[in-house]
């Protein structure tokens, strides 16, 4: 068999059974790229809310948590006290709640795991363990020999000779430039 055929079936191959795993990264590597603009594993939840609650010295675990649990079933309610002002600041799993006695209002705030992309994050930082770490690696491997191997695919005017050359050039300018501006 010519290098050239078990090149191309290789890149094939392998280049199917990476494409799911490259994808993850793709996906979350953009969010992970624009942590600084936004939460990418979690995003706020806000919910403003009325409620009936009088003001008084204190008020029971059990009243708090029956508001908080109106606003949002499944909250878990951790526990509240008075503040300065009068208003009940109530602590719950992943954020908190403000509540306003005698004016009925209310505001929840808490963290929502995004759902998909919360575990692409997970397996893009390789945080799930010396196992996930190995198929990384091994994926990281693969995805080097589909990059190099696909320079030798094409022949003639459009292989790396000719056309190629020039792209990969481009390509390996780009970081370059990046490198000299801001490192």
């Known amino acids: 068999m010519k290098f050239r055929k078990l090149l191309r079936i290789l890149h094939r191959d392998f280049g199917y059974f990476i494409v799911v795993i490259t994808i993850v990264y793709v996906v979350s590597g953009i969010y ?4 600084h603009d936004f939460n990418p594993d979690y995003k706020i939840i806000i919910t403003d809310f009325s409620h009936d609650l009088q003001p008084q010295q204190s008020y029971t675990d059990d009243e708090i948590e029956e508001i908080v649990k109106s606003v949002q079933p499944g909250v878990v309610y951790k526990k509240h006290y008075i503040d300065s002002d009068g208003d009940i600041k109530v602590f719950i799993a992943n954020g908190e709640v403000i509540i306003i006695p005698g004016s009925g209002e209310g505001r929840m705030r808490y963290l929502q795991r995004r759902p998909l992309v919360f575990s692409m994050n997970k397996l893009h930082r390789a945080t799930l363990g010396t196992a996930w770490k190995w198929v990384s690696d091994t994926m990281a491997v693969i995805l080097l020999f589909v990059a190099v191997s ?12 000719r056309w190629g050359w020039w792209l990969t050039v481009a390509g390996f300018i780009v970081p370059l430039i990046f490198v000299i501006l801001y490192l």
Do not use: M, Q
């Open 150 to 161: 696909g320079l030798f695919i094409l022949k003639g005017k459009r292989g790396l000779r």
């Open 32 to 35: 992970l790229n624009h942590r």
